[in-house]
């Protein structure tokens, strides 16, 4: 018998600014990625496409970015998840995003906790503002920081 641990979140698209002119560029490529992983794997928790739901744009159900959300249930030692971050990373590290908040809640003990990651690219507002620029820079810096949350939250 396992333990079913509950893992969910979202990843903030980039919006405005310097994107701005490049949000359609943006948001297919956001796409081309999520779709491009597999429908099965092996590893637990898995990383696959089933698990991320992308808000289609259309009249008004977008303001200025997108949330793509994310979602899975595993059966495993939720505290042992570094194969896992480091397989997401690689994924986000090929997005465009401002930040990716994620929350794990563990069937046993009572310690959730929060993980977020914060784009470092997209605050410095240092990037030029070009129309030239056919091609943004994925988001490639960030910071990562766990919180341990101790008591039961529903």
């Not at 990843?11 to 429908?39: A, C, M, P, T, W």
């Amino acid at each position: 018998m396992g333990h079913n641990n509950v893992l969910y979140g979202g990843i903030e698209e980039i919006e405005g600014g310097y994107v701005y002119h490049q949000r359609d560029f943006v948001r297919q490529k956001n796409e081309e990625i999520i779709d491009s992983l597999s429908d099965t794997d092996n590893d637990n928790p898995p990383l696959i496409r089933s698990m991320f739901t992308i808000p289609k744009v259309s009249d008004g159900n977008v303001y200025r970015s997108r949330v793509i959300t994310f979602g899975v249930s595993f059966n495993c030692v939720y505290f042992e998840l570094d194969d896992w971050f480091a397989r997401f990373e690689k994924l986000i590290g090929e997005m465009y995003w401002s930040n990716v908040t994620m929350f794990i809640k563990p069937d046993i003990g009572n310690s959730n906790q929060i993980v977020t990651w914060r784009s470092r690219m997209w605050d410095l507002k240092l990037l030029p503002v070009n129309e030239d620029v056919r091609v943004p820079p994925t988001t490639t810096e960030w910071e990562r920081v766990q919180v341990e949350l101790t008591g039961k939250y529903y």
